[in-house]
């Protein structure tokens, strides 16, 4: 089992539409939550940061993690095309500096 | 501005020669990373260095070689022994267990 399993998609919604995005994960240590949105041929960029449990909303974006599952989850609200990226989820366990466990990626594509 | 530069964004290399990323960061963080990302496969951790003259092997070091002589600079080298080098290579920072951040990639070609 991997330490991060992540659907790579694709997922095509109309624009408009709510997105969801998963991730589970097998290491309990795990603490810190990020997702990543990456378009094609650049380096990913952060879109929220969690720690533990519980809920962030920025903007469009929600993220929800739920340590007791093992899941964690972004939401966009009313997606747009310019959504359509491909969206990492990573996270590290509390022990300072260590590197960061991706999924492999969603690929999402908004239609107009 | 504050951020990560990696160069060059295109890089050939022919067979058997050794070729070397650069990745400079001027964000004051003490870790530094190396990630592969290649289609269908997520990153992979090549090398990792939490502080200065240190670093750590990752899940994919074979045919990679590391060096961390400054705290801003942590270039990776991509030797003659490793055969599939062709990939997207990504640096990263963090500081402490905050968000990582990255560069804007080397894409790698052999010719």
């Known amino acids: 089992q991997k330490e991060v399993e992540q659907d790579p998609g694709p997922l095509s919604v109309p624009e408009g539409a709510i997105v969801s995005l998963n991730c589970t994960y097998s290491?309990?240590?795990?603490?810190?939550f990020m997702w990543y949105r990456q378009y094609s041929r650049k380096g990913p960029e952060l879109l929220m940061y969690?720690?533990?449990?519980g809920n962030k909303e920025d903007g469009r974006f929600t993220a929800q993690v739920d340590k007791s599952s093992k899941y964690i989850s972004l939401f966009i609200r009313d997606s747009q095309p310019s959504d359509s990226a491909t969206y990492l989820c990573?996270?590290?366990?509390?022990?300072?500096?260590?590197?960061?466990?991706f999924g492999k990626g969603t690929r999402l594509s908004v239609i107009a | 501005d504050g951020g990560i530069t990696q160069s060059p964004k295109y890089l050939f290399r022919k067979e058997g020669q050794n070729v070397t990323l650069s990745c400079e960061q001027n964000?004051?963080?003490?870790?530094m990373y190396w990630y592969r990302q290649d289609p269908g496969q997520g990153l992979r951790l090549i090398y990792y260095?939490?502080?200065?003259?240190?670093?750590q092997k990752g899940d994919i070091a074979e045919g990679y070689s590391v060096s961390r002589e400054k705290k801003e600079s942590f270039p990776l080298t991509v030797t003659s022994a490793q055969k599939n080098p062709t990939a997207f290579y990504l640096c990263?920072?963090?500081?402490?267990?905050?968000?990582?951040?990255f560069g804007q990639g080397t894409r790698l070609t052999v010719v």
């Open positions: 969690t720690y533990s449990s």
């Open positions: 990573a996270m590290s366990a509390y022990s300072g500096n260590t590197p960061l466990v």
């Open positions: 290491n309990s240590a795990f603490q810190y």
């Open positions: 260095s939490q502080i200065v003259n240190d670093f």
């Open positions: 990263a920072s963090r500081a402490g267990d905050t968000e990582a951040f």
């Open positions: 964000l004051n963080h003490d870790a």
